[in-house]
């Protein structure tokens, strides 16, 4: 069993920044991809940017250089650095980690509550 737990969420004026971190319960070290969704009310929750080992971090066009993805295998944990903020990244965002190579299977934190004001 895989725990994941986000921190790092807030209230932000736009143009400001924040740092999501997601503790996992186990090491990270073996696992293949980790990633970074957000669920704004009244939507899906949607891909927000994902890191796998041995490969170039993948973002979505939103967030394309303004957010940055990263994992610490030593802390096991993951990061998303959150730049020049706009008020429709406002979302409660989830970390996910898919585990095992031949048939990976999810697991999702609790999420986090992150709000940009105008």
């Known amino acids: 069993q895989v725990q994941l737990v986000e921190s790092g969420g807030g209230l932000v004026q736009a143009g400001g920044s924040l740092r999501l971190s997601c503790a996992a319960s186990?090491?990270?070290?073996?696992?293949?991809?980790m990633g970074w969704y957000r669920q704004a009310p009244g939507k899906p929750r949607e891909l927000v940017a994902t890191i796998t080992l041995g490969i170039s971090p993948n973002y979505a066009d939103s967030v394309k250089g303004r957010f940055t993805i990263s994992r610490d295998n030593a802390k096991n944990t993951m990061y998303l650095q959150m730049n020049s903020l706009k008020p429709e990244d406002t979302a409660v965002y989830y970390c996910?980690?898919?585990?095992?190579?031949?048939?990976?299977?999810?697991?999702w934190g609790q999420g986090t509550q992150v709000t940009v004001s105008s």
């Open positions: 186990v090491s990270i070290s073996v696992i293949y991809t």
């Open positions: 996910n980690a898919a585990v095992g190579l031949t048939s990976p299977r999810d697991y």
